[in-house]
């Protein structure tokens, strides 16, 4: 069906990611403030990350709406977060944006959903209970590993993996980039 149409990725930060940049108001900041309210003002930041949650998951039906034959949450800060506020503060708003999510685009097709949490790793175990198609790894990540984590035997279907090159590999010549 999708056969001479070139593929149409949709995309969208999560809803901690966002909340990140309206928090900080850049990028590559020490993420002071944004934990602070983390911390200080929980009920503030939940708020936020509702409001966030419900207008990525319109965003992206929106893409699905359009002819996006994909999606993907990235969530660019998740890594930052101690244990729990992890579970918190990020997981558990993508799971409410997967949760809102069109299945399929206009055309009838299946939209598969991708999660990439970059420093997520340690994570994985939760993130096996996103109602996701694909899991995006980092290059911190063992596959190996990783697969066999998510090949766990509580009867949810295992994701698949996506990524885990290390970006930086692309600036080596040509032979040790095929390699």
């Known amino acids: 069906a999708l056969a001479g149409r070139v593929p149409l990725i949709g995309f969208a930060g999560s809803p901690w990611t966002l909340a990140c940049y309206m928090v900080e108001g850049a990028s590559g900041t020490d993420f002071r403030t944004i934990k602070s309210l983390l911390y200080a003002r929980p009920d503030l930041l939940h708020r936020i990350l509702a409001i966030n ?19 993907m949450v990235f969530d660019s800060w998740g890594g930052i977060l101690a244990d729990g506020a992890f579970q918190s503060a990020s997981l558990a708003y993508t799971a409410r944006v997967l949760q809102q999510l069109r299945r399929t685009g206009s055309d009838g097709h299946v939209v598969p959903r991708i999660v990439f949490t970059k ?7 939760a993130m096996r209970t996103l109602d996701c198609e694909v899991l995006g790894m980092d290059w911190t990540v063992n596959l190996a590993s990783a697969r066999s984590l998510l090949n766990g035997s509580d009867g949810h279907a295992p ?13 080596a010549p040509p032979p040790v980039i095929d390699a």
């Open 119 to 125: 420093g997520g790793g340690q994570w994985l175990a």
């Open 159 to 171: 994701q698949s993996l996506q990524g885990n090159l290390d970006p930086a590999v692309l600036l």
């Open 53 to 71: 949650a419900d207008s990525v998951a319109a965003y992206l039906n929106a893409q699905i709406e359009a002819g996006a034959q994909a999606i």
